[in-house]
């Protein structure tokens, strides 16, 4: 399947069933529970309130809660750990709604970590508002994954409501630390939950997403000597040494997208696999020659990649470069992996699951609904190929709003992908004979 065939063959006509469903959903009960889970502010390593919060949302909507402290020595040990933030006593917590059997079971992950709101005087409302205007829900996290995650809780409560009981066992996952390299799925892997097929409610424009991208964070720190900069012929500036080392990540970049690319799930972008820098530090004083440069980035890997080889990759890029200098020779550049990093995934479009999601949301909104890869590292990657779950990416919103000010959600977007997500429960786990 890609974006443009169309009709989907998974496209059907609604029953009675499902029109029940549809209309059962409490589209104020969802906004006003995104709401208050946006004003508990739960950046990275503090999330313990917002979880907190979920597990009771998610008992009082009929959910059997599960509910543990992660135990951290099992999970950092794992070799798909990956966290940038040090976290005492993180809580993981999956909601369950048991099935009568004989149908497929499903998991929906969404996170409750938000990265920090920045400049709170670039923001039009306080970034922890959860302010409904215009028609959206404002604040760090209302896109980026509150909302989502309270529409899937929602969708499961719609079906529920409705009367309807399912064959097939729906998991429920909050997690933590998706932001900085997705210890909290990891650790509800860990614990044995395991189904038929994962669904990770991020922004994918309400988009059936099957592929995601990876990515690797890296560091290099470049050396110069210092000097006064009255002088500075005498010294060596990290500075300019940075340059060709800059350079060749660049050519990294080209070359590994014009090999990898190809995938039609990637076909709307030019540069599915970026090689970014994020952050460039060096030198302490105006007036010397500065002695160190350090950039930090993230490399993009693309699925079915080895991360290893893509490693080895950039090291060799940067050593060739550095061979080329002498001062290089005495100096290495040397490149480091650190913090978060995110495994690319790819679930076969023909997959029951992706037929399932794309059926409902075409369904839903009355049009056909794009099938592509999304261009961001997620939570499917453990999911996928930690756990060896055919997992989808799907969502309100655009991943661009997030991480930065004035994030939101539009919250008849976030009422859209609840019924989509109510039905594609139905259709996936089955109703209940
Ligand atoms: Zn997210």
Known sequence: MTPTQSPSPARRTRGPTEERILEALDVDGMVEAARELVRIPSVSGEETPAQEFVASLMQAHGMDVDRWVIPMEEVGAHPAYGAEVLRRDPLGVVGTWAGSGGGRDLILNGHVDVVPPGDASLWHHPPFSGLVRDGRLHGRGALDLKGPLVAGIF?????????????????????????????????????????????????????????????????IRVAGRAAHGAVREEGVSALEKLIPVYRALQSLESERNRRLSGDPLFGRYSIPFPVSVGTVRGGDWASSVPDRVTIEGRMGLAPGEDPEAARREMETAVAATAGQDPWFREHPPGVEWWGGRFLAARTDPDDPLVRTLHGAASDVLGREVAVEGMPYGADMGILSQVAGIPTVLFGAGDIRRAHRPDESVSVDELADMARVLALATLRFCRPSA
């Open 155 to 219: 969708a499961l409560d719609a079906i529920r409501r409705a009367g309807v009981t399912l064959a097939g066992t729906v998991h429920l996952m909050s997690v933590v630390g998706e932001e900085d390299g997705g210890m909290g799925t990891l650790a509800a892997i860990l614990r044995g939950y395991r189904a038929h097929g994962a669904v990770v409610l991020e922004p994918t424009e309400l988009a059936v997403a099957p592929a995601q991208a990876g990515c690797l964070s890296f560091r």
